[in-house]
């Protein structure tokens, strides 16, 4: 047997109790006799091979992966999904809702082990939750005059927050992306931008001597950080913010796979306590108008925020960290020096390509 996550017991009993959210942040293995296993939400990377009963944490580690599918389980006859996301009630009423919610955080994030723990932080209010919450040093990257290191310092002068800058460079993206692109088996340039600025955040915080990090991860697809999300429009399948926040909620085993992997390649283990079946149990109970209010994206989420961070972060509007690091336009602009422009269909994903043939 070999499971990541919460122990062989608890999953035991969430599989013959039908329960998406057993307590703890996911998990993801082998129970024993073969059978292959992954929470609702993908918390935990799991692979198999395409042809063949092998699987494995990483896709390094098999000829042909293709990943688990959350929420199911292998018992050796084939792969049965046994959880889906719950639709329960909403909350009645703002009060409730921002309590519950406030709660939920508060115990996730109490229970984090801060030994050996750092803080990956855009100084956003995602991220400035959890550094309050924890008072351990934090790690930005970006490029030197970005979003993201700005409002980092800011944000860590706000908290009284020991902040370490990782300044990004041409040289450094052209360093890691190969690494990373092997890492998470990606090579398009969206996935490349957001798993590069973690691995670089990672890298400095392990050479640092830290071997956890703690992220803000999940609470755009929790509680309704998307503008795609807010004005529920052509790009979602749903006709309403509850509904288009359910559609973001089911794409996080992708983008957390992508996230975990690139970090454990950069030399950490993810720490995701907003991902916390605790709070996202209370998130599922959020009715429209607690996600967007007024135009303001993750509404409940802030207000509950205000009781670990002060008004002018809960309030803050964040760029993607693609965006926010100038991660992707630098990485856009080294495809084009190389040659790879534009006009290509996929011309960054071609630059990247090429790093990793030039790597053998």
């Known amino acids: 047997m070999s499971l990541q996550g919460v122990p062989a017991d608890l999953v035991e009993r969430a599989i013959e109790t039908g329960d998406p959210f057993p307590g703890g942040r996911g998990f993801a293995g082998d129970l024993g006799e073969g059978r292959l296993v992954r929470d609702v939400l993908g918390r935990y990377p799991l692979f198999a091979e395409r042809q063949g009963r092998e699987w494995a944490f990483s896709p390094t580690e098999l000829a042909d992966p293709v990943p688990f599918p959350a929420g199911s389980l292998h018992d050796g006859d084939g792969i049965e999904r046994i959880w889906t996301l719950p639709e ?3 909350f009645p009423g703002d009060a409730v809702a921002i309590d519950r919610l406030r709660h939920a955080l508060g115990e996730s994030l109490e229970e984090v082990d801060t030994d050996g723990t750092a803080v990956a932080f855009s100084g956003g209010v995602d991220s400035a939750v959890v550094a309050s919450a924890l008072s351990r040093p934090c790690y ?16 860590a002068d706000l908290l009284d927050l020991e902040l370490t800058v990782v300044e990004v460079t041409h040289g450094g993206i052209e360093r890691a992306a190969a690494t990373v692109s092997r890492a998470t088996d990606r090579t398009n ?15 400095r915080a392990a050479d640092d001597g830290y071997d956890r990090l703690a992220l803000g991860q ?8 998307y503008e795609k999300v807010a004005r529920h429009d052509h790009r979602v399948e749903a006709e309403s913010v509850r509904g288009a926040v359910r559609e973001a909620i089911r794409s996080l085993p992708d983008g957390l796979e992508r996230d975990v992997l690139a970090l454990r390649a ?8 907003l991902l916390d079946d605790r709070v996202v149990s209370a998130a599922l109970r959020l009715d429209g108008d ?9 509404w409940a989420f ?9 008004e002018e972060i809960a309030g803050r509007a964040k760029k993607a960290v693609q965006y926010g690091s100038l991660v992707s336009r630098e990485l856009d602009r080294l495809a084009r020096r190389a040659g790879y422009i534009r006009r290509m269909d996929r011309h960054v994903d071609l630059y990247v390509a090429s790093l990793l043939d030039s790597e053998g």
């Open 189 to 203: 340039a969206m996935d490349l931008s957001i798993a590069l600025t973690l691995f670089l955040v990672g890298e």
């Open 302 to 310: 802030r207000e509950a925020a205000r009781a670990f961070v002060p």
């Open 218 to 225: 999940g609470a755009d697809e929790l509680f309704g950080g």
């Open 140 to 155: 930005v990257a970006g490029f030197e005059g970005s979003h993201d290191l700005n409002a980092a310092r800011s944000a």
């Open 88 to 90: 329960p009630e909403p």
């Open 266 to 273: 950069s030399g950490v283990e993810p720490v995701i306590p």
């Open 290 to 298: 607690h996600l967007v209010r007024d135009g303001v994206r993750k």
